[in-house]
T-cell receptor, first 119, second 112 residues
Framework: EAGVAQSPRYKIIEKRQSVAFWCNPI?????LYWYQQILGQGPKLLIQ????????DSQLPKDRFSAERLKGVDSTLKIQPAKLEDSAVYLC?????????????????FGAGSRLTVL | SQQGEEDPQALSIQEGENATMNCSYK?????LQWYRQNSGRGLVHLIL?????REKHSGRLRVTLDTSKKSSSLLITASRAADTASYFC????????????FGEGTQLTVNP
């Protein structure tokens, strides 16, 4: 099966500019996640969708970050305006997990990530 | 703050040796997972252990879980140069819904 696709792989922008990342999850995966991974740290959850609804966005800096998953398939994460501290790898992941289900565990399949450098 | 904390931060061993990485967490969990990340790549799921399990095996991997101490360990036996990567534990808390929270990782280097 095809994996989680992300683009672009690399992006360099100036501070205060905007950037958008795209993710196409594994076909049939209901749940999609965006994580931020700063160099040398573990991934931090930004937002979690189930189908096209937001499940958890408590750690998303909503003044500058936004994300959508309009048709319950692919997703876009936007940063506007970017700050120096946003330099990181943005990882998209998907899983078959559904909150309404009692079975199954939340095992994630990750894409290769989009590396953002803000100058 | 992150739920899991790995120890050590970095580990360097020779090929053929065993590697042990530890993870401690703070709150009660539903399950704990280990992921591997090769340089410049995404994370790959290795193994999951549920809160009612104490030990699981998968190939050269052995994971233990001690819920009384809120800790887990990952053992890689007969390590290979290809095992060089960062290893992360991740927890699903009992009250955090389905959120998977990652630790800071252990950087493992296996020297040929």
């Amino acid at each position: 099966e095809a994996g989680v696709a992300q683009s672009p792989r690399y992006k360099i922008i100036e501070k205060r500019q905007s950037v958008a990342f795209w993710c196409n999850p594994i076909s049939g995966h209901a749940t999609l996640y965006w994580y931020q991974q700063i160099l040398g740290q573990g991934p931090k959850l930004l937002i979690q969708f189930q189908n096209n609804g937001v499940v958890d966005d408590s750690q998303l800096p909503k003044d500058r970050f936004s994300a959508e998953r309009l048709k319950g398939v692919d997703s876009t994460l936007k940063i506007q305006p970017a700050k120096l501290e946003d330099s990181a790898v943005y990882l998209c992941a998907s899983s078959t997990f559904r909150r309404s289900g009692r079975s199954g565990a939340n095992v994630l399949t990750f894409g290769a990530g989009s590396r953002l450098t803000v100058l | 703050s992150q739920q899991g904390e790995e120890d050590p931060q970095a580990l360097s061993i020779q090929e053929g040796e065993n590697a042990t990485m530890n993870c401690s967490y703070k709150t009660s969990i539903n399950n704990l997972q280990w992921y591997r990340q090769n340089s410049g790549r995404g994370l790959v799921h290795l193994i999951l252990i549920r809160s009612n399990e104490r030990e699981k095996h998968s190939g050269r991997l052995r994971v233990t879980l001690d819920t009384s101490k809120k800790s887990s360990s990952l053992l890689i036996t007969a390590s290979r140069a290809a095992d060089t990567a960062s290893y992360f534990c991740a927890t699903v808390g009992e009250t955090s819904g389905s959120r998977l929270t990652f630790g800071e990782g252990t950087q493992l280097t296996v020297n040929p």
